[in-house]
């Protein structure tokens, strides 16, 4: 671990290419802090050398949630014994329910199947409104916190898009502002800097070139922040506000979520021992 740089939100113990971040520390709306060690994001701990996978484990993860496809998770396998209860439910689905392969490689081979000026764009967009709607994954990590199935860490393959989306979902429902969620949203680019990097020096000729190249450069390790915009857009459009978004594609009406902030979230003027939940 030496030579890492300490960055927001950092679990200790991993590479920050991890991406293991806790969710805890974020301010709501109403001044409170959400709780920290209860919510964990990051990549595929299959991905975690012998002392991350230590480190994770002495988290007392209870519930593990694995937003990667069937193909993904056959591929790589998430460790046994990282956790007590593991969830493999796929967060990304075509109409007919088929499972989408959306790790980095998979994602750029579909790019290159797109036509016209912002291939990534255009793709990225797509598939991140389709995640917001009708998500088995997202309801049942819903449904898991209601139930204080927690500590909770979820992940996809590189804990950047599926991933991303949960956290930020997550964010919003506990009462943190979106240019919050946002903001944690985009801390992948800098967990991930040194990879992007890399990315963008192996391909630097045609970087300068052409914008589809660094968009691809900048999709196959990081993220962008105009599809936070397409994902606060697709539910404005669809249901007016994320009240009515929440109570109708997760069934957190108002008494939902203020058991979860409950839960979840504490005065930020108090100082507590411990994550026990106020209720």
């Known amino acids: 671990m030496t030579g890492e740089r300490k960055l927001p939100h950092a679990v200790p113990g991993f590479r920050n290419e991890m991406n293991v971040r806790d969710l805890g ?40 949630m694995d937003f ?10 998430d460790p046994i014994g990282v956790s007590e209860e593991y969830y ?11 499972e989408v392969d959306y790790s980095p490689a998979a994602l750029l081979k579909m790019v290159l199947k797109q036509k016209g000026r912002d291939k990534v764009g255009s793709l990225v967009r797509g598939f991140y409104v389709q995640t917001l709607f009708d998500n088995g994954a ?13 500590p909770m860490a979820f992940h996809c393959s590189a804990g950047k898009d599926r991933t991303g989306v949960a956290a930020i979902l997550i964010l919003l429902a506990l009462g943190v502002d979106e240019k919050t969620a946002r903001e944690d949203y985009m801390l992948t680019n ?16 045609l970087n300068r070139i052409s914008r589809n190249m660094r968009d691809v450069s900048t999709l196959s390790q ?14 404005a459009d669809k249901y007016g506000d994320i009240d009515t978004y929440f109570e109708e594609e997760y069934g957190l009406g108002h008494t939902e979520r203020e058991k979860l902030r409950r839960m979840y979230t504490v005065s930020a003027s108090r100082r507590r021992h411990g994550n026990a939940p106020g209720v």
């Open 25 to 64: 520390g974020y301010i709501t709306k109403d001044g409170r802090k959400v709780r920290k060690r209860l919510l964990i994001r990051c990549a595929a701990p299959g991905e975690m050398d012998a002392g991350e996978l230590e480190t994770f484990a002495q988290l007392g993860i209870v519930s593990l």
């Open 68 to 77: 990667r496809s069937g193909s993904e998770r056959a591929k790589l396998p």
């Open 88 to 98: 493999p439910i796929s967060a990304v689905r075509i109409d007919d329910d088929t």
């Open 138 to 150: 997202f309801r049942k990590m819903f449904e898991l916190l209601l139930e204080h199935r927690v």
């Open 190 to 205: 800098r967990y991930r800097r040194d990879l992007l990097k890399a990315e963008y020096e192996k391909h630097r000729i």
């Open 222 to 235: 990081g993220v962008f922040s105009e599809t936070v915009d397409a994902i606060y857009d697709a539910i």
